[in-house]
Structure formats: structure tokens, C-alpha cells
């Protein structure tokens, strides 16, 4: 059972470039989440997505878009990556039914130039 | 909206010591609170948790209770170790009921570190 897996795990990119991170649960868990840590300021919820099929923005969605694949499968896209988004990005799921516990994954840490 | 505040930090400890951190948060409705700790190079690992008023969650002899008179979410620990140093991130889920869909609001995180 390996949980949340997030690939890659380091990634630097040129600003401009375009990457999609990828991330998987084997939890058969519904919803899952993609959120960046910033130092000094926790973690931020991206985008997350309650069910297959649904996605909803977060508190700093702007220059990413998500992609729920199917029900293990949630990805995030820069389609133009700007030094702003120097982060190291965290892939959750939620158990169900709900108790609210979020599993995360081991991150991916992303440096733009 | 709501928001979650720990204490400032980097914390610094000897082993043995006893460990608070504060953690107080503003919410609309009843949320659930957690902390979470993320060793060095890793993802966030569940710590404990409480879902109502009241209630304390515990875990490898961290302790917090859910105090909704004082809103708040303290960490404590009788006897820290080596091993305890890592971030501690306070969270609260919304407390708007079911369209909150478990998102988690996160506090800005506490540095620990434990010396020999």
C-alpha cells in the first residue's frame, strides 16, 4: 500500500516552461487536494477535487490548472511557470467516510528561473 | 474567513523539556482541528486530531484539547525528545458543514528543534 505518490520529486524549469506534476493515491479515496508550502506561510490549498469529474479552486489557484484522470489520479499543470511559483507542492487525499484525516503525499519541490 | 495562528517560532528545547505550542483559529460553524508534523525532507504526517468541543486527541505523548470558549488548539508534551524536532502545523477544516469538502486551512508552521 504506498499511499500518496507524487513524481517528480525535484523539478527545475525556465520561466515560461510548462510541467504537469502528477500524483496517485491507492486509497480509493474521493477527494484529494494539491496545495503549495511557502516558508512562513504553512500550506495553501491549490485546487482540490471532491469526486471524479470535479474540480474547484482553492485559495491560490491562479497560473495552475488540475486534472482529475480518474479516481486515483489528480494532476497539476503549470502552463507557464513564472518565478512566483518556486514552492514545494503537496498531493492529500481524504479518508471516507468522512473524518476529515488528509494523507499526504512526499512532495515535489519545483524551483522556476 | 477562516484562518489558523500558531505561535511564532523556531522553538528550541533540551530533551526532557516540556513543550507548548499555541494555536488559535477563527471560524464560521464547528470546525475539526489537527496538528501535523513534517520531519525533514517529508510529507505532513497526521499528529492528532479533535472534532468537537472538548474533546483532547493525542498521540506518542502529544496532547491537545479543542477549547471552543478560548478557540484554541495547543500542542503539549510532558517530555520532548531528539526525535520530536521537526515543523508542527496547526489546521482546522472548515466549519461550514459538507461544501467545505474537508479542505484544510493551515497555520504558518513552528520549527522545533530538540538538543541532546
Known amino acids: 500500500n504506498a499511499g500518496v505518490t507524487q513524481t517528480p520529486k525535484f523539478q527545475v524549469l525556465k520561466t515560461g516552461q510548462s510541467m504537469t506534476l502528477q500524483c496517485a493515491q491507492d486509497?480509493?479515496?474521493?477527494?484529494m487536494y494539491w496545495y503549495r508550502q511557502d516558508p512562513g506561510m504553512g500550506l495553501r490549498l491549490i485546487y482540490y477535487?471532491?469526486?471524479?469529474?470535479?474540480?474547484d479552486k482553492g485559495e491560490v489557484p491562479n497560473g495552475y490548472n488540475v486534472s482529475r484522470l480518474n479516481k486515483r489520479e489528480f494532476s497539476l499543470r503549470l502552463e507557464s511557470a513564472a518565478p512566483s511559483q518556486t514552492s514545494v507542492y503537496f498531493c492529500?487525499?481524504?479518508?471516507?467516510?468522512?473524518?476529515?484525516?488528509?494523507?499526504f503525499g512526499p512532495g515535489t519541490r519545483l524551483t522556476v528561473l | 474567513g477562516d484562518s489558523v495562528t500558531q505561535m511564532e517560532g523556531p522553538v528550541t528545547l533540551s530533551e526532557e523539556a516540556f513543550l507548548t505550542i499555541n494555536c488559535t483559529y477563527t471560524?464560521?460553524?464547528?470546525?475539526?482541528l489537527f496538528w501535523y508534523v513534517q520531519y525533514p525532507g517529508e510529507g505532513l504526517q497526521l499528529l492528532l486530531k479533535?472534532?468537537?468541543?472538548?474533546d483532547k486527541g493525542s498521540n506518542k505523548g502529544f496532547e491537545a484539547t479543542y477549547r471552543k470558549e478560548t478557540t484554541s488548539f495547543h500542542l503539549e508534551k510532558g517530555s520532548v525528545q531528539v526525535s520530536d524536532s521537526a515543523v508542527y502545523f496547526c489546521?482546522?477544516?472548515?466549519?461550514?458543514?459538507?461544501?467545505?469538502?474537508?479542505?484544510?486551512?493551515f497555520g504558518q508552521g513552528t520549527i522545533l528543534t530538540v538538543h541532546p
Open positions: 492529500a487525499s481524504r479518508t471516507e467516510p468522512s473524518t476529515d484525516t488528509q494523507y
Open positions: 486509497m480509493n479515496h474521493n477527494s
Open positions: 477535487s471532491a469526486s471524479e469529474g470535479t474540480t
Open positions: 471560524a464560521t460553524g464547528y470546525p475539526s
Open positions: 479533535a472534532t468537537k468541543a472538548d
Open positions: 489546521a482546522q477544516t472548515g466549519g461550514a458543514g459538507g461544501t467545505s469538502y474537508g479542505k484544510l486551512t
